[in-house]
């Protein structure tokens, strides 16, 4: 990954080396891949004295124009270590709350395949045996517990069809789904949600700080940087950037510029406005980032312990619902019995 080739770049520099003897003791721990290829590229054009940042910029593929832009900016002030640093520090963040959000996915999902295969098992094998001794029995069932009965009766009976039907359903719906997040973007998708919407934007908005603090802390003009910062958030509001930088361009303060276009929150505002009067504007941006992850990881806490119960209980419900439907005509004989 970029981050593990920073990281062990950062070492390398950080130990004496120059850029071309950190690549090429890289090189040579490298037995074949990909990455070799990008190596002995870099190495290549190091050696016909072309700028590491263009030969970064010539591979988009690998590096992004993020990553170029802050070894360019350290080409100015000779200052590549600090640079790789910083940018690993802005990963580790980023990937610190994507993996919380992924974490946060994994359990509920296990629950509800468990919970599916559970109940259509019920369904498909359990039932229909239920099905065939109820029917000597002579007697009315429960109108509930007859319906649950047919059900599975015709499952079993057409339990390929059903099985087919299913897959068609599944894979319609992931074509659907993947044609609207290839229209308008996942983020875009998830924004129209009203639980997750709200919090979906801080998120972007502290993507978008973390970004251009980094940038502007690396010594990259404010302009530039929004320029390379779009390509890290949502299209929705990389517009909105965009006009900012507009405004910025015509002598606006960011602060200012980002209120106009709903870039900002109350606290984000302050401390941007802070940031400004004390010349440490990217200070301050990574600082509001940092406050907003946190909000995020608490919320992300908060809905799990909330969520999770709730999936369990409807789970629960749906097994157990099953099960008594079941059961009920054997407690109907039973009190006739008595």
């Keep these: 990954s970029l981050v593990l080739f920073s990281e062990e770049l950062l070492a390398l520099l950080t130990a004496g080396l120059s850029i071309v003897e950190g690549l090429e003791a890289l090189l040579e721990r490298e037995g074949s891949g990909r990455l070799r290829g990008v190596l002995e590229r870099l190495l290549s054009g190091l050696r016909e004295g072309k700028r590491f940042s263009s030969l970064l910029a010539e591979q988009p593929d690998v590096f992004p124009p993020l990553y170029v832009g802050i070894v360019r900016a350290a080409e100015g002030t000779s200052d590549l270590p600090r640079s790789l640093q910083r940018y690993i520090d802005y990963q580790s963040r980023i990937d610190q709350v994507r993996n919380k959000l992924v974490s946060a996915a994994i359990y509920p999902c296990i629950l509800l395949v468990v919970g599916g295969g559970v109940a259509a098992f019920l369904i498909a094998f359990v039932v229909p045996r239920f099905a065939t001794i109820y029917e000597g029995t002579g007697r009315s069932l429960p109108w509930m517990s007859q319906v649950l009965l047919d059900w599975g009766k015709f499952a079993a009976g057409h339990g390929l069809a059903l099985a087919a039907a299913v897959c068609a359903t599944v894979f319609l719906g992931g074509t659907v789904l993947r044609a609207a997040i290839a229209k308008s973007g996942l983020t875009s998708l998830l924004a129209r949600i009203p639980v997750i919407g709200p919090h979906l934007r801080i998120y972007q908005l502290s993507r978008l700080y973390m970004t251009l603090g980094m940038l502007l802390e690396g010594g990259i003009p404010i302009v530039p940087a929004m320029e390379t910062a779009g390509g890290t958030i949502s299209p929705a509001l990389r517009d909105r950037l965009m006009q900012a930088r507009v405004a910025v361009q015509s002598g606006t303060n960011l602060s200012a510029a980002f209120d106009r276009e709903g870039l900002t929150t109350p606290i984000s505002l302050r401390m941007l406005r802070v940031g ?63």
């Excluded at 799990?304 to 629960?316: K, Q």
């Excluded at 099960?323 to 019995?337: G, H, N, Q, T």
């Design 276 to 338: 400004e009067r004390s010349g440490e504007l990217g200070d301050m941006l990574n600082k509001s980032a940092a406050f907003y992850d946190g909000e995020i990881s608490r919320w992300i806490d908060r809905f799990t312990r909330m969520f999770e119960p709730l999936l369990m209980s409807a789970i629960g419900l749906v097994v157990g619902t099953i099960v008594i439907l079941l059961y009920m005509p054997i407690f109907d004989l039973a009190e006739s019995l008595s």
